[in-house]
């Protein structure tokens, strides 16, 4: 069966990790996806630590035939190919290509694409059906367009640092970059709503996708700017402010979450602990209360949890329908069947060596009824369809395409 996305086409110029997120997404659902890099630099991530090659995984580059894992992962199922897009001869093919193109897809910072001449408007010169999408940290408008971010900084600069960790201690950021993976499936969303609307009035459009405002869009659903009028700190740990219980707990043999949002799943978990006793008790009966005086609930589940083992407690409260989850390590979540079942940990292969990577790299998240969705192919060779897309796009072979290598056009 076709993808949903088959036959589009997006010339991808992203690097790192938000672009190439959006565009591996893209790809899943069938765009021909085209990674275009620089000739000079490359992609900054092919040959970047932690590498995969024959020795296994490492940081020192072992082989010729070693790649970085990280690109491994977020180029399947592109092609690619070089181009010199600050050369004028380069800017010249890029938009023969874009003529015929459906969508392009950048992370510069912003107005790089504007000083290289394949902005939006350049691009809508040539194919006023282009579908152009710029992912940045802050978006193309207001006073910190021009700002640099990484992860990093997103993650401070919306707050979620600030609401990440314990009360007593520093701020501290998600263990992954969340910003970038949030902000690549939110472009890859716009992308594939863009088309729609292009499919029904044959409008394409720019899609300005910032780090900041994906981020802030998901971590505002909690009411953190009235925290200070409810008396919290801003750092809530493992909790979640409106629940009680809802948090982490010591079990025998490692750790457990328990999460009560009902009054129905707290009356559940006080039989499971065999504590019907505060059944009776008007405040444990109140959530206001429980908010409040967490901690005093928190040393009652506590207490029942440290003399099982974790086991033991999923299954008892799966049992009484009370919302749990051992606390994985990660050799645990590579066992997991769930994800196993529902193909999220897939093999990777290197291309240089034709091998099984060390390392396994996810699956595509959404599942379709009706039409496939997958990565079908491994990351490419940099740079293996060069002379297959100028062909293809811009009507270049033999001796003109050794001239622009011999160039650096390519």
């Not at 979640?240 to 043999?253: C, G, K």
């Amino acid at each position: 069966m076709k993808k949903i996305l088959d036959g589009v086409v997006v010339l991808d110029l992203t690097r790192f990790f938000s672009g190439p997120q959006c565009t591996l997404f893209l790809a899943g659902m069938g765009a021909e996806v085209i990674k275009i890099d620089d000739p000079r630099s490359g992609d900054p991530i092919a040959f970047a630590p932690p590498y995969d090659g024959p020795g296994g995984i490492s940081f020192e580059r072992r082989s010729a035939q070693d790649m970085g894992l990280a690109y491994l992962k977020r180029q399947r199922g592109k092609k690619s190919m070089t181009l010199d897009l600050k050369s004028a001869e380069g800017r010249g093919i890029f938009l023969s290509m874009a003529a015929k193109a459906d969508v392009v897809v950048e992370n510069f910072s912003a107005g790089v694409a504007t000083r290289l001449g394949i902005d939006y408007a350049a691009l809508k010169a040539v194919n006023p059906s282009i579908i152009y999408c710029a992912v940045t940290g802050y978006g193309s408008t207001g006073p910190d367009r021009n700002v640099k971010a990484y992860d990093l900084m997103v993650q401070a600069a919306a707050g979620l640092m600030s609401m990440t960790g314990h009360p007593e201690e520093g701020p501290v950021k998600a263990a992954s970059a969340l910003s970038d993976a949030i902000s690549g499936s939110f472009a890859a969303q716009g992308v594939v709503a863009a088309l729609l609307h292009r499919e029904r009035t044959g409008e394409g459009q720019a899609v300005d996708v910032s780090m900041a405002d994906c981020l802030f869009a998901l971590i505002f659903d909690e009411p953190i700017d009235c925290y200070e009028g409810l008396g919290l700190a801003p750092r809530q740990g493992n909790r979640i402010m409106r629940f009680s219980p809802f948090n982490a707990f010591e079990a025998r043999d490692g750790w457990v979450v328990i999460g009560a949002a009902t009054h129905a799943e707290w009356l559940s978990l006080l039989g499971a602990m065999g504590r019907e006793d505060l059944k009776d008790d008007p405040n444990m009966m109140q959530i206001g209360w429980r908010i409040v005086n967490n901690a005093q609930v928190d040393e009652v589940v506590t207490a029942w949890t440290l003399g099982l083992g974790k086991d033991e407690i999923v299954a008892a409260l799966g049992r009484a329908g009370v919302p749990c989850s051992p606390i994985r390590s990660t050799d645990e979540v590579m066992r997991w069947s769930q994800l196993r079942e529902r193909e999220m940990i897939v093999p990777l292969t290197n291309p240089l060596s034709g091998a099984t990577a060390a390392a396994s790299g996810p699956g595509f998240p959404i599942k379709f009824g009706a039409t496939p969705a997958a990565y079908d192919t491994p990351a490419p060779v940099p740079g293996a369809h060069t002379e297959e897309m100028l062909a293809r796009f811009a009507n270049l072979a033999g001796d003109e395409v050794r001239r622009l290598r011999k160039d650096g056009i390519i």
